[in-house]
T-cell receptor
Framework: KAGVTQTPRYLIKTRGQQVTLSCSPI?????VSWYQQTPGQGLQFLFE???????NKGNFPGRFSGRQFSNSRSEMNVSTLELGDSALYLC????????????FGPGTRLTVL | SQQGEEDPQALSIQEGENATMNCSYK?????LQWYRQNSGRGLVHLIL?????REKHSGRLRVTLDTSKKSSSLLITASRAADTASYFC?????????????FGQGTRLTINP
Protein backbone atom coordinates (compact mmCIF):
# COMPACT_ATOMS: atom_id res chain seq x y z
CA LYS A 1 0.00 0.00 0.00
CA ALA A 2 1.41 3.41 -0.95
CA GLY A 3 2.27 5.75 1.88
CA VAL A 4 1.28 9.34 2.46
CA THR A 5 2.51 11.61 -0.30
CA GLN A 6 3.04 15.35 -0.19
CA THR A 7 3.65 17.82 -2.97
CA PRO A 8 5.68 19.80 -3.56
CA ARG A 9 8.61 18.62 -1.50
CA TYR A 10 10.34 21.99 -1.54
CA LEU A 11 9.00 25.47 -2.02
CA ILE A 12 10.48 28.96 -1.91
CA LYS A 13 8.18 31.96 -1.58
CA THR A 14 8.51 35.60 -0.64
CA ARG A 15 6.78 37.49 2.13
CA GLY A 16 3.21 38.41 1.38
CA GLN A 17 2.63 35.59 -1.10
CA GLN A 18 0.31 32.69 -0.51
CA VAL A 19 1.03 29.00 -0.85
CA THR A 20 -0.93 25.77 -1.22
CA LEU A 21 0.41 22.42 -0.13
CA SER A 22 -1.10 19.09 -1.05
CA CYS A 23 -1.37 15.78 0.76
CA SER A 24 -2.63 12.42 -0.47
CA PRO A 25 -3.41 10.00 2.37
CA ILE A 26 -2.97 6.26 2.48
CA UNK A 27 -5.76 4.54 0.58
CA UNK A 28 -8.71 3.95 2.87
CA UNK A 29 -7.69 6.60 5.37
CA UNK A 30 -10.30 9.27 5.89
CA UNK A 31 -8.49 11.54 8.32
CA VAL A 32 -5.72 13.95 7.39
CA SER A 33 -3.87 16.10 9.89
CA TRP A 34 -1.35 18.85 9.28
CA TYR A 35 1.64 19.79 11.43
CA GLN A 36 4.24 22.52 11.32
CA GLN A 37 7.79 21.75 12.43
CA THR A 38 10.30 24.48 13.22
CA PRO A 39 13.56 24.35 15.21
CA GLY A 40 12.18 26.76 17.79
CA GLN A 41 8.62 25.49 18.31
CA GLY A 42 9.03 21.85 17.39
CA LEU A 43 6.10 19.92 15.97
CA GLN A 44 2.81 21.74 16.30
CA PHE A 45 -0.64 20.59 15.31
CA LEU A 46 -2.41 22.76 12.73
CA PHE A 47 -5.71 21.01 12.01
CA GLU A 48 -7.35 17.73 11.17
CA UNK A 49 -9.90 16.94 8.49
CA UNK A 50 -12.22 13.97 8.44
CA UNK A 51 -14.79 13.31 5.74
CA UNK A 52 -14.29 16.79 4.28
CA UNK A 53 -14.93 18.51 7.63
CA UNK A 54 -12.46 20.13 9.96
CA UNK A 55 -12.59 17.98 13.07
CA ASN A 56 -9.89 19.56 15.20
CA LYS A 57 -7.92 22.77 15.09
CA GLY A 58 -4.69 23.97 16.68
CA ASN A 59 -3.70 27.44 17.76
CA PHE A 60 -2.66 29.00 14.49
CA PRO A 61 -3.88 32.28 12.96
CA GLY A 62 -6.57 32.37 10.30
CA ARG A 63 -3.92 32.75 7.60
CA PHE A 64 -3.57 28.99 7.86
CA SER A 65 -6.48 27.12 6.35
CA GLY A 66 -7.19 23.78 4.82
CA ARG A 67 -9.72 21.64 3.12
CA GLN A 68 -10.35 18.03 2.27
CA PHE A 69 -11.83 16.61 -0.86
CA SER A 70 -14.22 13.70 -1.30
CA ASN A 71 -11.29 11.38 -2.15
CA SER A 72 -9.71 12.33 1.22
CA ARG A 73 -6.90 14.30 -0.38
CA SER A 74 -6.22 17.48 1.52
CA GLU A 75 -4.74 20.87 0.82
CA MET A 76 -3.34 23.42 3.20
CA ASN A 77 -3.15 27.08 2.35
CA VAL A 78 -1.12 29.81 3.97
CA SER A 79 -1.90 33.37 2.95
CA THR A 80 0.18 36.52 3.41
CA LEU A 81 3.34 34.56 4.16
CA GLU A 82 5.65 35.71 6.91
CA LEU A 83 9.31 34.84 7.46
CA GLY A 84 8.29 32.82 10.51
CA ASP A 85 6.21 30.51 8.34
CA SER A 86 9.38 28.91 7.06
CA ALA A 87 9.09 25.35 8.26
CA LEU A 88 8.67 21.72 7.40
CA TYR A 89 4.95 21.04 6.93
CA LEU A 90 3.96 17.46 7.59
CA CYS A 91 0.72 15.78 6.90
CA UNK A 92 -0.44 12.55 8.47
CA UNK A 93 -3.29 10.23 7.69
CA UNK A 94 -5.18 7.65 9.71
CA UNK A 95 -8.19 5.45 9.17
CA UNK A 96 -10.51 7.73 11.04
CA UNK A 97 -10.74 6.88 14.70
CA UNK A 98 -9.19 9.53 16.91
CA UNK A 99 -6.99 6.88 18.53
CA UNK A 100 -5.81 5.26 15.30
CA UNK A 101 -2.13 5.46 14.47
CA UNK A 102 -1.12 8.42 12.31
CA UNK A 103 1.22 7.83 9.38
CA PHE A 104 3.27 10.76 8.16
CA GLY A 105 4.31 11.91 4.74
CA PRO A 106 7.83 13.14 3.90
CA GLY A 107 6.86 16.78 4.36
CA THR A 108 7.04 19.97 2.35
CA ARG A 109 9.95 22.27 3.16
CA LEU A 110 8.72 25.86 2.83
CA THR A 111 11.20 28.70 2.82
CA VAL A 112 9.89 32.25 2.97
CA LEU A 113 12.35 34.96 1.87
CA SER B 1 4.09 24.55 26.68
CA GLN B 2 4.44 21.18 25.04
CA GLN B 3 2.35 18.34 26.39
CA GLY B 4 5.32 16.03 26.16
CA GLU B 5 8.82 16.71 27.32
CA GLU B 6 11.70 14.45 26.51
CA ASP B 7 14.86 13.66 28.27
CA PRO B 8 17.64 13.78 27.38
CA GLN B 9 17.57 16.33 24.56
CA ALA B 10 20.60 14.65 23.02
CA LEU B 11 22.22 11.27 23.52
CA SER B 12 25.42 9.92 22.01
CA ILE B 13 26.41 6.28 22.49
CA GLN B 14 28.58 3.60 20.91
CA GLU B 15 27.18 1.13 18.45
CA GLY B 16 25.96 -1.96 20.23
CA GLU B 17 25.01 -0.14 23.42
CA ASN B 18 21.44 0.37 24.57
CA ALA B 19 19.75 3.76 24.34
CA THR B 20 17.03 4.92 26.70
CA MET B 21 14.87 7.98 26.15
CA ASN B 22 12.22 9.29 28.49
CA CYS B 23 9.06 11.24 27.93
CA SER B 24 6.79 13.01 30.41
CA TYR B 25 3.37 14.45 29.70
CA LYS B 26 0.78 16.50 31.52
CA UNK B 27 -2.79 15.46 30.80
CA UNK B 28 -4.74 12.20 30.61
CA UNK B 29 -4.09 10.32 27.40
CA UNK B 30 -5.70 7.71 25.17
CA UNK B 31 -2.37 6.43 23.98
CA LEU B 32 1.26 7.39 23.59
CA GLN B 33 3.28 6.91 20.45
CA TRP B 34 6.93 7.04 19.55
CA TYR B 35 8.18 8.30 16.22
CA ARG B 36 11.58 8.51 14.56
CA GLN B 37 12.68 11.28 12.25
CA ASN B 38 15.78 11.23 10.14
CA SER B 39 17.25 14.63 9.47
CA GLY B 40 14.61 16.95 8.00
CA ARG B 41 12.38 14.15 6.77
CA GLY B 42 8.98 12.77 7.67
CA LEU B 43 8.21 10.90 10.85
CA VAL B 44 8.21 7.13 10.96
CA HIS B 45 5.83 5.52 13.42
CA LEU B 46 7.63 3.12 15.74
CA ILE B 47 5.21 1.94 18.36
CA LEU B 48 1.91 2.82 20.04
CA UNK B 49 1.10 1.97 23.62
CA UNK B 50 -2.42 2.39 24.94
CA UNK B 51 -3.20 3.93 28.29
CA UNK B 52 -4.17 0.55 29.76
CA UNK B 53 -0.88 -1.07 28.73
CA ARG B 54 2.31 -0.97 30.75
CA GLU B 55 4.90 -2.38 28.37
CA LYS B 56 5.19 -3.16 24.70
CA HIS B 57 7.90 -4.67 22.53
CA SER B 58 8.66 -4.41 18.84
CA GLY B 59 11.91 -5.92 17.62
CA ARG B 60 14.72 -4.07 19.37
CA LEU B 61 12.32 -1.53 20.82
CA ARG B 62 10.80 -1.68 24.27
CA VAL B 63 8.34 0.94 25.47
CA THR B 64 7.00 1.35 28.97
CA LEU B 65 4.18 3.54 30.16
CA ASP B 66 3.49 4.67 33.70
CA THR B 67 0.23 6.61 33.72
CA SER B 68 0.51 7.33 37.46
CA LYS B 69 3.74 9.20 36.80
CA LYS B 70 2.64 10.42 33.37
CA SER B 71 5.82 9.12 31.84
CA SER B 72 7.06 6.73 29.18
CA SER B 73 10.42 5.38 28.14
CA LEU B 74 11.77 4.04 24.87
CA LEU B 75 14.62 1.56 24.99
CA ILE B 76 16.53 0.65 21.84
CA THR B 77 18.73 -2.38 22.41
CA ALA B 78 21.90 -3.26 20.52
CA SER B 79 21.97 0.09 18.76
CA ARG B 80 23.11 0.44 15.16
CA ALA B 81 24.43 3.39 13.17
CA ALA B 82 21.13 3.43 11.27
CA ASP B 83 19.33 4.25 14.53
CA THR B 84 20.86 7.72 14.44
CA ALA B 85 17.83 10.03 14.29
CA SER B 86 15.56 12.19 16.41
CA TYR B 87 12.97 10.37 18.47
CA PHE B 88 9.69 11.94 19.49
CA CYS B 89 7.00 10.87 21.86
CA UNK B 90 3.47 11.98 21.04
CA UNK B 91 0.41 11.84 23.21
CA UNK B 92 -3.06 11.49 21.79
CA UNK B 93 -5.15 13.55 24.14
CA UNK B 94 -8.02 15.97 24.26
CA UNK B 95 -6.70 19.44 24.97
CA UNK B 96 -8.84 22.58 25.01
CA UNK B 97 -11.69 20.75 23.32
CA UNK B 98 -9.60 19.41 20.47
CA UNK B 99 -8.32 15.89 19.99
CA UNK B 100 -4.64 16.35 19.22
CA UNK B 101 -1.45 14.44 18.74
CA UNK B 102 0.96 16.53 20.78
CA PHE B 103 4.69 16.02 20.39
CA GLY B 104 7.61 16.46 22.70
CA GLN B 105 10.70 18.35 21.60
CA GLY B 106 12.49 15.11 20.81
CA THR B 107 15.73 13.37 21.69
CA ARG B 108 18.54 13.57 19.19
CA LEU B 109 20.25 10.15 19.22
CA THR B 110 23.68 9.66 17.69
CA ILE B 111 25.17 6.20 17.36
CA ASN B 112 28.94 6.27 16.99
CA PRO B 113 30.55 3.42 15.04
Amino acid sequence: KAGVTQTPRYLIKTRGQQVTLSCSPISGHRSVSWYQQTPGQGLQFLFEYFSETQRNKGNFPGRFSGRQFSNSRSEMNVSTLELGDSALYLCASRRGGVTDTQYFGPGTRLTVL
Amino acid sequence: SQQGEEDPQALSIQEGENATMNCSYKTSINNLQWYRQNSGRGLVHLILIRSNEREKHSGRLRVTLDTSKKSSSLLITASRAADTASYFCATDAQIQGAQKLVFGQGTRLTINP
